[in-house]
Each structure stands twice: as C-alpha cells, then as structure tokens.
C-alpha cells in the first residue's frame, strides 16, 4: 500500500524560493574583492539568481551543462550556487589553489561551458583560458564598468552586464531530484583530481540534516561567517543550509587574515563561524595579540583536518566559544560526523567530556559508518580498535564523474559503502575518533600508532605553530614516529621541551623518536598538510641513535 502523500521532488530551488518567501529581508552580507562591504537580503539574491538563470538560457545552455566557478566567498558566488543549479545545470565549484595544470584539466574533463571568476584569479584564467575548448564564456565577477581593457581573454565579460539586461521572472524547472546539481574535485593529492556529483536530492537532505541541533545547528536568529570556502565542498553545504534556516549570512570575500575577520564578525554581529585549523589558528593568534574578546560569536565548526585539543581549550577557556568538531571529505557532501554530547555525558567530569568533544564524533542521522579490518570485518566499537572507515548514506558519493573506476565496497550483506581512506577507531557510544589517514598511518613494531595523536601534543605547546609526524623507516620496528614542528615566530622550544610533553600521555613505544624543526610544512590546494612532501623534505635526514624501546 503506498502512502499518500504529495510528491514532491527535493530541488535547490526549493531553497531559494523558500529563503525568498519567508526571509526576504534577512541579510547577506559580503565582503567583495573591490574592498567594500556589500548588502542585500535573501529576495535580492533569488531575484538576481532568476536574472542569471535567464542569461544561461540565452546562452544557449542544456540541462546538465557545467558552469564553474573559481571565486571567494560572496553573494555573486552564492547567487550561481542557487542560479546554476536551480536552473538544471551542474555548479563546478574550482578550487583556485590548484596548479593551473590541474585547473585546465578539470575544466577539460568537467567540459565546463562558462567559467565565472572573480578578478583575484584573473591570472589564472589567463593561464588556462587557451587550453579551454569547451568554455563558450569567461564571465568576471565585476561590475559592468570595472572589465580590465586589456584582459588578454577573448570575449571576456562581466558578470553585471551579462545578467543586467535578463528579466527577474523565472519558472525553476521541475527537475528529476536524482539530477546532479554540483560538482567538485577532490584536491588530487594522488593521481587525477577525482569529481564527487552531488544531486539536487543528496544536497537537499544533506542541508536538512546538517541544520539539525546536533549537526551544524542553525537557526533564523544566528548570523553565519563561512570562513571555509565555496570552492571547497561547497563550504560544507553552509550556503544550502543557510537558505533553509534563513540566518543571517556574512561572506569574508579574500580577506580571511584574523585581523579582517575578527572585524567583520564583531561589525556583522556574527554567532556561528565554520572552517578549518589553520583559519582558526590565525584568527585566535590575532585576537591574543591584541588582548581582543569574541562579543557575539558563540559557536565555531572546526573540520576538515584533526582539531587540536589545545586549540579548543583556547577557544573554550579564554573566549567562551564551543569549538565543535567535525569530520568529512568531498566524497561524503561533506558532513558525516559531529562531536555532540549526549545527555547522560553532562555530568561526566571535565577532562572526559573534552576527550569525548575532541573526537571527531558521532554519525549524524543519515549516515551509518563501520571500521574494519583489511579483510573487510567490521571491528568492535570498543574506543580501542582501529580499522578503515567505511560510510554510507544518500549524500555518499557511489560513483566518480566520468569514471569507470568503482570506489565502492561490498560488505558480507551486500551492502555498498565507501571507503574513506581513514583510519579509526568508534567508542561504545559510537564516537568516531580519526588516528590517521591510510597512507599516513605509522606501523611500529606491528602496532599502529596515531600521527594525528602525536601532532595533538606537539600542538599544545604555546612555541608550536604547527606539527606533523611521519614515520621514518628503522630497521628493528619498521618505522618510528618523528614530529616535525614549525615554531611560532619569537619562540624559542625546545626538542626536550616538546619531548617531554609526551611522557604521561602516550605509551613509551609511541612516543616520537625524534623532533626536528622546520620552517614550515607543505600544505596542498585544501589547507592539508603534505606528509608526501614533507617525508621528501626529510629524506636525507636519519633517525638519532637507535633507541631501547
Ligand atoms: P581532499 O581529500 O581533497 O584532500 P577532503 O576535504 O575531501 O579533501 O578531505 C577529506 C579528508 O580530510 C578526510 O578523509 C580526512 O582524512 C580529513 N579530515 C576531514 N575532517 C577531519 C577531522 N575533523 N579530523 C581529521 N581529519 C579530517
């Protein structure tokens, strides 16, 4: 018997017409390129959105066209994301940290038909522009009077002009809600970038479970700072779910130093803030520098790489912000699990409930996850031991874009899951805690041991400003951890001094050999760190004197 409810398919115009309808008035604020400060509210957006899903027909282009975009966070960005997919096509979102050899070739493979950028990346797209066949438009994210004369890229236009003359009356069509609606490359640290294509439908319930209290947790009185960008799967779906809320919305444009953004969350009043570490770190620095106190930001989301513990104590302790933890990857939309308390955890004495915050945390309604063992059996959730993430879920990717390659597995049951190339370990309660990626994990003597635990340490030192541990080959246990540290500037810390933070932390056999200092650590197009560089930084280096372990 079926029921009877109304069908309805789940499509991002759902979204905008929405935020239109019952939060016309709430802002978006951004922060453009040109330096200024930009506003207008949700109606303004979707109004403008429909022009530019006009200026798409007019150019010609079909259901399921690619139009990219390589652009900072701001409203035009944010009217493609609702325009381009609202109206049928995919939204390519472009990482513009990648090489320009790698930008040429996802626009090639995406067989992008517009190309939308803002004038930071100009460069880029005249670097690439040639190699470009498929693009029919390069669109600048610019006022109409602001186009460089001598632009070297044929045909260039902008963005205000090209929607400027289209009418603001659009019929969103009925879409299949299984159409893909966006895609995004994976940064390619190995081999070819890989696109994840995400549908209307996966975007949609992936928005609904990401605005839940125990997800992102957002509401029509929050005021929302995406620090981590659109370009990035779409800023962890935080423009969806901000459509769906109706919050305020404040964009940091290029300006992502502390000092710009802590002025722009003070001036905007803003109380939740999302990105990753590294964004974080500055930020705070900023703020500890200038003897500077948060007055409205309540709540940040902090993923996309492990969370030091240090840092959200700092958070926590000095700036009463709750720093929650959040883990997942393009290929999962990206949400998949969030540190959240549970009710009867409350009363659990402090260090406790900040180990268990300090996990990457639970699955979040939609998502089911299991580790296991390299022959696929599922491991205990004891907190203990470790094995291969494998997720699965209606915003999991099953396929990658134009691609034979099939990343799936199929357990026991028959049941399909992705492999996320993590490693770790889930609690009783179903806590999820990452010790590493695959690639990265250090096996000593047959044990495993956590490079991400080993750089927790390192980074709750006030000299450290970053660390990252990689196993070093030693002919007796396999490999031995070493931690390779960059000092904050003026800081003088020690190897001792480091070494001895890790006495009553970890197991004496996994304690790092070694510190060495280093300038900095390679970072790749997403803000990750590089241990594949890094282990060729150091390959001419050699552990001390071998060790009684
Ligand atoms: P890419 O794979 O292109 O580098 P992703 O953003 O898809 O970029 O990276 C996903 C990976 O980032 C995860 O598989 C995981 O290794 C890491 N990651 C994300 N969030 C966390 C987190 N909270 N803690 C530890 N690692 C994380």
Redesign the pocket.
Known sequence: MQGLMQEQQLLISMLLKHAERHHSDTEIVSRRVEGDIHRYGYADMARRARKLANALDRAGLAEGDRVASIAWNGYRHMELYFGVSGSGRVMHTINPRMHPRQITWVINHAEDRVVCFDATFLPIVQAVHANCPTVRHWVLLCDADALPPDSGVPGLISYEAWIGGETDTYNWPQLDEHAAAGLCY????TGDPKGALYSHRSTILHAYAGALPDAIGLGAADAMLPVVPMF??NAWGLPYVAALVGCKVVFPGPAMDGKSLYELMEAEKVTFAAGVPTIWQMLLTHLQDNNLKFSTLQRTI??????PAAMQRTFEDEFGVAAI???????TS?LGSVARLKNRQLDLPEEEKRRILNT?GRAIFGIDMKIVDDDGNEQPWDGKAFGDLWVRGPWIASAYFKSDQNPLKTDQDGLSWFP???VATIDPDGFMH?TD?SKDVIKSGGEWISS?DIENVAMSHRGVAMAACIGMPHPKWGERPVVAVVRKPDADVTREQILALYSDKLAKWQIPDDVVFVEEIPL???G?MQKRKLREQLKDYSLPDLQDL
């Open positions: 994976t940064s390619g640290t990035h799967v902090v993923g996309g790489s492990a969370l933890h959040a883990w997942g990857m393009t290929e990206p990457q996320t190339g993590d990452i990626r991400i790749g197009a997403t990750k």
